[in-house]
C-alpha cells in the first residue's frame, strides 16, 4: 500500500520507499486519485480507501493518533494510514553522498558559506550537517519556512545558490540569487531553477562554480582589452597617426 501511495512522488524518500518494494517483487497499484502534499507527504485513494504517507506533520493535521507508535531517533520516518487510521511507518535512513564532505570541504576553501536546510527531523539534520562540516544546518522546515531562513543567509552573508531537488524546494529555489536543480528532480523544481545539473553528485556544485569564476575572468579580460583598444586608437588619433 505504501508503495502505491509513494510511487507518485519524486521526493528522495519516496523514491527509496518505491524502489524497495519494486525489489521485493511487489506490485504497486495505481490510484484513483492522488496528490502531493508539500512538506508533509502524500496521499491516494484507492477506491472506498483514502492512503496518507507523511511526516508527523502531515497525520497531526489529519487528527491521526500516532502516540502509541515508538519514537524513532534515526532516520526519517513515514507514517501510512488508512481511512484515518495509522497502519505503521516506515524508518527511511539518510545515507551520504561519498563526495559530500569533500564537496562542502572544497566550497569553503572558496570562501563560501555553507549551509543545509531540510524539512527532514533537526536532530537528523544536525548529525549529517556535522558529518559534511557544512557551517550550518536547519531542520523540521517547511518550504515557506525554508525561504524564511534563505533570505535570512542572505541579508547576512550576500548572494546566496540554493540547490535542491524536491517539490519543497520549488520556493526556495525561486527566491535565491542562483537557483540550481538535480536532473532527477521534480518537474517543478527544474523549471524554477537557473541551472540544471545533469547528474546528482556533489561535485558538480564545485565543477558549476569553476566554470563560472573562469567566465567572468574572460569577460573582465575581454572588457579591460577592448576599452584598452579604444582608448589606444582615441590617443593615436589624437596626435594624428590613426583616423577613421
Known sequence: M???CEHISSHPVAESITSEC?????????????GELAGRGVYTEFGTNTVFCGNEKLMRERNITISDMPESSTGSVVYVAVNGRIEGRIIV??????????????????GIHTAMLTGDKPENAKAIGDKIGVDFAKGGLMPDEKLKELNRIKNEK??????????????VLAGADIGGAMQSGADLALEVADAVFM??????????????????????????????????????????????
Not at 535512513?93 to 572558496?110: C, H, I, N
Not at 548572494?159 to 535542491?164: D, L, N
Open 158 to 171: 550576500g548572494a546566496v545558490m540554493f540547490v535542491g531537488d524536491g517539490i519543497n524546494d520549488a520556493p
Open 2 to 4: 505504501s508503495g502505491s
Open 199 to 244: 547528474n546528482s553528485e556533489p561535485e558538480s556544485i564545485v565543477a558549476a562554480k569553476k566554470i563560472a569564476d573562469k567566465t567572468l575572468h574572460i569577460s573582465y579580460q575581454n572588457i579591460i582589452f577592448a576599452l584598452a583598444i579604444k582608448a589606444a586608437v582615441l590617443v593615436l588619433g589624437l596626435i594624428g597617426h590613426s583616423s577613421m
Open 22 to 34: 519494486k525489489s521485493k517483487g511487489l506490485k504497486l497499484a495505481e490510484p484513483d486519485k492522488s
Open 93 to 110: 535512513s539518510d545515507s551520504v553522498k561519498r563526495s559530500s564532505e569533500s564537496t562542502v570541504a572544497e566550497l569553503k576553501s572558496m
